[in-house]
């Protein structure tokens, strides 16, 4: 079927002269986007297509049209007609392909219908396909009754592509959980009781957000003073960023894309699993413009205990295998990434004006009761830092991220699979982590003249560039057969 992907400037010039016998389609499956037929479309809506073509050309593509068969079908005890589309099967055989008998027929709910979707309310059988002669039924299968030989998965290689769509499962679900307390941290003040712009509780509010550096930001960079309501504006820019489909780092986006990692390796999880991720894509039933901050911190609730659940399946329903050392690594990397840009942010420019951050950062990594149960209400940075980075025993510090992503590390480069596994940039990383775990916490949160934490942001950076270096080798090593459009 003839394909015209719009991000180049012929194909999108093509696709622009010729709408009315093309069928317009998101470019990436997790766009949610229904097939447009360009020839149906009124002079109003044929003209609001074409300015989302030419706005965002890379997210659409253009493809002839096809007239699909008609066959007859049974339903409600008569023969109907219906269009049909047949799915049939190709076998590798030597240096060509062997087409498979029969296929999967897929039918139309009504005669009207111009596309095939079972989300549509069609239907599909098996489409079968007479012999002349006897069948020969010769099958790779044991006998039935035969022994089988015990196999605990040692001996079992993971696909590149399956530990490719878990390892970014991983990042994924992390990111998002990371974004929606950070939102809903922001959106719990902005909803009660809150300081006017220029006080320090508006200070330290902006500072948070500012951890987010959200590329597609709505919030003006001129001073808030200038704004007639600078409040109403960051509770936009919030909503903005739960809500908002075409926003690449929303909180939709986000689960989007964990939930198409998953389902890109659905054979291996279990059902509970994909019961779970299966509710990131009805979290949103508010369109965008139209939620209000309730339904936005009651949605936040229901995601963050989502993504929760989907941890525990996998500490306690996923077996140890590679898959899940892989989906253990792209989980620890993605939150230490998060911790370090947190601590950088906050701490290291911490000042008096500023000070409340250090309580919602405790929120933000759940741990404002450990917090309080240690050193009461008394807010201090260095106490602050040590449970969030140093305390091994909190299971959401960095330390404890570092600790087990090595540990999957480990695994995984002992395999004989693992020859190519990156130990140079692993090292680096445990070099960087090293240092900056063994420093001196009170040391590192004296302050300068200016408020500043040289030596804490100078260790900091150093583990924070050590972070990424390390994925994008496993990318490199592991990966490399995948296109880049991954969001790192």
């Known amino acids: 079927m003839a394909t015209w992907w719009c991000g180049q400037a012929q194909p999108l010039r093509y696709v622009l002269d ?31 297509l074409v300015a989302r073509l030419r706005e965002q050309p890379h997210k659409f593509a253009g493809q002839e049209r096809v007239h699909l068969s008609m066959v007859p ?8 007609p219906r269009r049909v589309v047949l799915r049939v099967f190709l076998a590798a055989s030597g240096d060509s392909w062997v087409a498979m008998p029969g296929g999967l027929a897929r039918v139309s709910p009504s005669p009207d219908t111009a596309v095939v979707s079972m989300q549509r309310g069609g239907g599909s059988k098996d489409t079968w396909v007479l012999s ?28 590149s592509r399956a530990a490719d769509h878990l390892f970014w499962l991983g990042r994924y679900a992390e990111r998002a959980e990371h974004l929606a307390r950070v939102l809903r941290c922001i959106l719990v003040r902005l909803t009660g009781e809150f300081g006017a712009s220029g006080t320090s509780e508006w200070d330290s509010l902006m500072k948070l957000y500012e951890c987010l550096a959200s ?29 908002e489909e075409q926003r690449a780092d929303s909180l939709n986006a986000v689960l989007s894309r964990a939930a198409q990692a998953a389902a890109n390796v659905r054979n291996s999880l279990s059902s509970d699993t ?77 000042s008096p004006r500023t000070w409340p951050t250090l309580e919602m950062l405790l929120e933000v990594a759940d741990s404002s009761m450990t917090y309080r149960s240690r050193y009461f209400t008394e807010l201090q940075a260095a106490p602050v830092l040590d449970l969030l980075m140093s305390d091994e025993a909190n299971p959401r510090s960095l330390a404890f991220q570092l600790q087990d992503l090595f540990e999957h590390c480990r695994y995984l480069s002992d395999r004989p ?72």
């Not at 590329?215 to 960023?241: A, F, N, T, V, Y």
């Not at 659940?309 to 989906?327: D, K, S, V």
């Open 18 to 48: 010729n709408l009315d016998f093309l069928v317009i389609k998101p470019a990436f499956s997790s766009q949610g986007m229904e097939p447009v037929f360009g020839g149906k479309l009124s002079g109003e809506e044929r003209s609001r």
């Open 132 to 159: 002349d002669g006897p069948v020969d039924l010769f099958t790779l299968q044991p006998p039935r009754g035969q022994p089988l030989e015990l196999n605990r998965g040692e001996r079992s290689d993971l696909p």
């Open 215 to 243: 590329p597609h930001s709505r919030l003006s960079e001129e001073e808030p003073e200038g704004h007639p309501d600078p409040w109403r504006d960051l509770e936009q820019e919030i909503l903005s960023l739960i809500f």
């Open 417 to 488: 699979s693992g020859t190519g596994w990156p130990l140079f940039k692993q090292r680096r990383l445990e070099e960087a982590a090293s240092s900056l775990l063994s420093a001196d916490v009170g040391i590192l949160c004296q302050p300068d003249a200016s408020n500043f934490r040289e030596q804490l942001d100078h260790e900091l950076a150093g583990t924070g560039a050590a972070l990424p270096a390390l994925s994008d080798a496993i990318t490199h090593v592991y990966f490399s057969h995948a296109e880049m459009e991954r969001s790192t």
């Open 274 to 350: 994909l019961r779970v991720v299966n509710k990131f894509s009805a979290s949103h039933n508010s369109a965008w413009g139209y939620a209000t901050t309730g339904e936005a911190l009651a949605l936040l609730n229901r995601n963050i205990g989502r993504l929760a659940a989907l941890r525990g399946i996998e500490m306690e329903n996923i077996t140890r295998g590679p898959g899940w050392h892989f989906l253990g690594v792209g989980r620890r990397i993605e939150r230490s990434i998060q911790l370090v840009r947190l601590f950088r942010a906050i701490i290291v420019p911490l």
């Open 73 to 80: 079908v049974w339903s409600q005890n008569s023969l109907t």
